[in-house]
């Protein structure tokens, strides 16, 4: 069915959107009822919005960790697939997430960037310390919350990169793209640069690229290869299919 692995296959990028989360209950942004139809980004993703109202900015992301650490919230056979490729392939995956979720992690991924922040992290303004939220110690952050290392009071924020502010570890990204054979985008609209420009890196550095989506992105001319349906259908058998090449490339 895949046509699009390339023969020679060692270096594999990953790039995933809210589209691999959603099969987990976890809200997209644009689509119908994402999140961006309910809240304006201006009021609750940008620093201007945080000085302006830090208590509803929280109050938006104190809402999402408590869905995320709900009971019913976990990796779905999306993010399970991405963990298999990762520990099973014979050469290097690079999982990037432009995700908040830490719905990777839990199912097994480690080689993993979080290009926009964590969700499970507070970050302190006063003495720049991330320092990890977790059920036992509260996962709410509200201005009388202390920071761990400083404790300072009413300087914690969420641990999101916001419009206007610079995604994280872009050297390490655009690193990995420069010696990609293989770029995959996973469950994302094509909407939000930098991650959006990946798929152009890795077409420089000659690597086959593929977008796996429920429908096109806005980048989609850009991929030379797409498929379309759900991540928990397609990744699986997209990586059952990567993982079946790289075996029949290694020495008998
Ligand atoms: P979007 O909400 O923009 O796009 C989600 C994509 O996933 C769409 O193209 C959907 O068609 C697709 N999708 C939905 N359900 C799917 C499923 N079950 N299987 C496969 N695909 C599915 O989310 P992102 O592209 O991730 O940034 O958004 C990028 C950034 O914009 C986010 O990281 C966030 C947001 O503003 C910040 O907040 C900084």
Redesign the pocket.
Known sequence: MFKSIPESLNRIVIL?????S??SGIQ????AD???ENHR?EDV?MPEAFARDPLLVQRFYNERRRQLTSASTKPNA?HLALAKLESAFDGNVLLVT???DNLHERAGSKHLIHM??ELMKARCIACGETSPLCAASGIDIDPSTNCRQCARTGTLRPH????GEIPLQMDDIYHALASADLFIS???????YP?AGFVDAANQSGATTVE????A?ATRGAFKYHYD????T?VPAFVDAVLQRNASDRPQ
Not at 28 to 31: A, E, I, V
Not at 160 to 163: A, E, K, L, Q, T
Not at 212 to 215: A, G, R, V
Request: glycine content about 18%; overall charge negative.
């Open positions: 995933t959107g809210a589209g691999v959603a099969e997209t942004f644009r689509g994402g999140l961006w980004l993703a999306a432009q995700n908040i926009h922040g999101i990169v916001w419009f996973i469950g994302t609209s094509g909407n939000v991650a796996l989506n429920l429908e992105s349906g759900a991540a928990t397609l």
